[in-house]
């Protein structure tokens, strides 16, 4: 049996090249303290152990949250879920940069966290339902590509950033970076 693949018009790409650009930035934001480690350890006079807590707690919050959170919010639309998630996301990074201490630096990550484990549990599926008949697995493999900038370019850039103007300016500039990807979702993004 012949599948007919049509061509995808830009309007049809932009929503699959927002959750693209979310996933490189999501990804970005959940790697780039291990780049910054000794520079946030010597801005708040702690150990770099003691800095690296930051990685573990993200990544045990992101694991006990994906369920419990998307139980909470399973009845909102996907869209304004969504947009939701990166208001958080965004707003966690702007507290992360402005932080006075480790607690309160903490509380972002947390914050991060949260939005990351909402963030993971409906980036496929939405990819799946906006891509047009015929693209879904097109539609998959840009999320692991935004995946993969984020290692390959955003982790570096990050480091770039925080050794050249400080840790938290990398984190105004993931904000800033994620606001103008909201800002391209509210525009683009089909309800879903």
Not at 163 to 188: D, E, K, P, S, Y
């Amino acid at each position: 049996m012949h599948i007919y693949h049509r061509n995808i018009t830009l309007r049809e790409w932009l929503p699959l090249l927002g959750l693209t650009f979310s996933a490189f930035i999501f990804n970005t934001s959940e790697f780039i303290p291990n780049g910054l480690l000794t520079d946030i350890a010597t801005d708040l006079k702690i150990t770099e152990a003691h800095a690296g807590l930051l990685i573990s707690v993200y990544a045990w919050v992101v694991a006990l949250t994906s369920l419990p959170l998307m139980l909470l919010v399973s009845k909102m639309e996907y869209r304004k879920l969504l947009l939701y998630t990166i208001i958080l996301f965004i707003v966690s990074h702007i507290l992360s940069a402005l932080s006075i201490g480790y607690a309160t630096l903490m509380i972002s990550r947390i914050g991060v966290a949260c939005s990351h484990a909402v963030f993971w549990s409906i980036a496929s599926p939405l990819a799946v339902n906006i891509a047009p008949e015929g693209h879904r697995s097109m539609a998959l493999s840009m999320i692991v590509t935004g995946t993969s900038i984020a290692m390959i370019v955003g982790l570096p850039l990050g480091r770039i950033i925080g050794l050249h103007i400080g840790w938290r300016m990398t984190f105004f500039c993931i904000a800033a970076i994620a606001f103008a990807i909201f800002l391209l979702l509210v525009i683009i993004f089909p309800k879903v």
